[in-house]
């Protein structure tokens, strides 16, 4: 519960006001990234769906800060001139010192605004701002680490432009939210500086976390243990990890996006995080019920399309009773599970067959790496497909044009005549060209380093070259989805509705956005042991009907508003209160309190949908369309809604005062 004399919020008209003290529009936020824009991971995802919800809650005091890329502002920002005095004369300043800075409004929903820096155009100052770091804090950054110099150009512009628009703020208080080490600089300097602004620094994972788990490192369970100097200095990152702990130490609030990366943040970088922020979704909710199954049929119609042309002259599967699953995000192939989701696929595929299943999995592999562009045979699959398409639809024509003739004649048209002889060799060579002699590509790019990848160094040694006695297929996408690929063309969004399973078995994930159905223990079992456990998860998966697949997806679409951001949103929310007492006492006061917690939540389970798909099922693999008669009976839709609605609480603000208790002057309250 948030108490205090000062610090107090109430709802005016839809836009939160300071009940004492200053209201709202005398506040200016603005987040810093290197994703804003540019889509690299996932904390692009964090920031693209909470943009919403802080620019519903912020309106136009609401900035985000990132770098220029002439591709992405010509796709993604609408240009046009800030309203805001303070960001307008900031930008003027440095724009006549020799800088380039862009503005528009990001075309996302909430259309935030956004100021872009253009690294290379100020790359010529350098020398100079890695001399400023050095007399902030006394880290160097190696020539040879263009990434690290990068960040610094970046950190040195987003220093420059918050003193010039604290300059002009006239008697505004200014929030700014760092993400990560890349937007740390920005913090170190701006502090060195003394800049009158409030600060939140929030690391989604460690630097040194993430390389030590790429090692294959028992990471989690030997924390305590790790030289972390020495650890640091063995990668050649030490420049880095000290960029990263001092932006932590610098900021008035630390936070982190679960309590597992809170534990790894105290012992790798020495500071226990002052709030948990977890990520969360910018839920679309569906007027009618059944809409998003409508979409899963739509958006998996078009995943066949491809695998139709992917796989021709093996396209001896039923797509009906074919699986989609994926996996997608950086490529980390040991942090991101992919090593293990392997392994999985090459037991899942000996279960299949020795049970004789008639069904089929594809499995696609999203995860960006270098290509030369994509793989021809790839590409004749998509020219294939639709030759044919072409084909059968000119012959329908001719053949439904012979048969509305000889209808309107009165006449029962002959078979054997209705098609000639041309029409016969058209549909032979249609059949002669989708001959192939190689089996069908596992990779749809052309791979720079196609030797040493990880991914399909793994897919030759199990031996799922996509064969016909298969029944796991591999689409390794080294690329992220657009709505604009000549190959696959549909966004993320859209793909994952398409697929009927996510699977993210990662090692190292602080919390990401792969909340399970199913957890696989990556923790306390060895890997072997976890590997047997996603196998059963993904066996039994595929022995459930398309009924129990159709309830299991009703229950997740129920259960998404627990991470809506209109829930979640709330602990930034706190992370923002708690930041502007600290940088402001004298003006904003806020009394200890706990961070809003998830204590009391509860998540049901149906007694039709055990833990495990495999639990209800018996021991092989049934037909995709197959369905239990006393289904129906087990099953109640509507019932099951309801416990879930009375389970899941709508979206509320940071403090929960029981029944019967009367708010008091200052408490925070919707």
Not at 94 to 108: A, D, T, Y
Not at 298 to 309: L, N, P, T
Not at 481 to 490: E, G
Request: charged share 25%.
């Amino acid at each position: 519960m948030l108490r205090g004399r000062s610090l107090s919020v109430t709802s005016l008209g839809g836009l939160p006001r300071w009940e004492a003290g200053l209201p709202v529009e005398n506040l200016l936020l603005f987040e810093v990234s290197w994703e804003v824009t540019n889509k690299v991971g996932g904390i692009y995802t964090v920031i693209q769906t909470k943009a919403k919800t802080t620019a519903d809650e912020w309106g136009d005091n609401y900035f985000l800060i990132g770098p220029y890329f002439e591709h992405n502002m010509k796709t993604q920002v609408e240009q046009c001139e800030p309203v805001n005095d303070a960001v307008r004369r900031a930008m003027d300043t440095m724009n006549k010192h020799g800088c380039q800075v862009h503005f528009g409004r990001w075309l996302i929903e909430g259309s935030p605004y956004v100021v872009l820096f253009d690294i290379g155009y100020s790359a010529w100052n350098l020398d100079k701002w890695k001399g400023d770091l050095w007399e902030a804090c006394s880290v160097g950054i190696p020539y040879h680490d263009q990434e690290a110099n990068d960040m610094l150009i970046f950190g040195s512009l987003t220093a420059w432009f918050l003193k010039e628009v604290t300059d002009h703020a006239d008697g505004r208080h200014v929030i700014v939210q760092f993400h990560e080490w890349q937007a740390g600089i920005g913090l170190i300097l701006s502090r060195a500086r003394k800049l009158p602004i409030a600060t939140v620094f929030t690391t989604h994972a460690t630097l040194l976390g993430r390389y030590l788990c790429a090692a294959n490192i028992d990471f989690y369970n030997h924390l305590d243990k790790f030289n972390i100097d020495k650890e640091a200095g063995e990668r050649q990152i030490y420049h880095r990890y000290c960029m990263e702990r001092a932006s932590v130490h610098c900021a008035h609030v630390f936070t982190t996006v679960s309590e597992i990366t809170a534990i790894e943040a105290e012992h790798m970088l020495k500071r226990k995080p002052d709030v948990v922020t977890p990520n969360g979704l910018n839920v679309k909710k569906f007027s009618a019920v059944h809409e998003f199954q409508n979409l899963h049929a739509m958006y998996k119609a078009r995943i066949q399309e491809f695998v139709r042309g992917h796989f021709y002259g093996h396209l001896d599967f039923d797509l009906e009773k074919t699986l989609f699953l994926f996996i997608a995000g950086r490529y980390e192939f040991s942090n991101k599970g992919a090593d293990i989701f392997l392994e999985s696929l090459s037991r899942l595929n000996f279960l299949l067959r020795m049970h004789k299943s008639d069904v089929t999995v594809v499995v696609f592999f999203i995860m960006p790496a270098k290509t030369n562009n994509f793989n021809v045979e790839t590409l004749k699959g998509q020219a294939v497909r639709k030759q044919l398409w072409d084909t059968a639809h000119s012959v329908k024509e001719k053949f439904g044009k012979k048969l509305y003739d000889a209808l309107l004649r009165g006449e029962i048209p002959d078979m054997n005549n209705i098609l000639d002889r041309d029409d016969m060799t058209i549909m032979k060579r249609a059949i002669f060209s989708t001959q192939r002699q190689s089996l069908p590509p596992v990779t749809t790019h052309n791979m720079i380093d196609d030797s040493t990848d990880p991914i399909l160094s793994t897919i030759r040694r199990i031996g799922l070259f996509n064969s016909r006695t298969d029944r796991v297929k591999l689409i390794l996408h080294p690329e992220f989805l657009s709505s604009t690929s000549p190959l696959l063309p549909m966004d993320y969004e859209e793909f994952v509705r398409g697929c009927h399973l996510g699977v993210f078995p990662s090692y190292y994930e602080p919390w990401g956005y792969t909340p399970g159905i199913y957890i696989v223990d990556r923790r306390f079992c060895s890997p072997d042991d976890s590997c047997n456990q996603l196998t059963q998860f993904l066996y039994g998966f595929c022995k459930q009907s398309r009924r129990q697949r159709i309830i299991q997806r009703n229950r997740t679409e129920r259960l998404s508003d627990l991470l809506d951001w209109r829930y979640l949103g709330r602990y930034y929310q706190h992370a923002r209160h708690l930041t502007l007492s600290r940088a402001f006492p004298e003006k904003f006061h806020m009394e200890p309190t706990s961070p809003p917690t998830t204590e009391g939540f509860k998540y049901p389970r149906p007694p039709s949908v055990p833990p495990s798909p495999s639990g209800s099922q018996g021991s092989s693999p049934q037909s995709s369309d197959a369905e239990g008669d006393d289904e129906d009976e087990r099953y109640d839709e509507e019932e099951e809604a309801e416990r879930d609605r009375l389970n899941i609480k709508s979206p509320f603000s940071l403090s929960h005062v029981p029944r019967g208790k009367k708010k008091q002057h200052g408490e925070y309250k919707n």
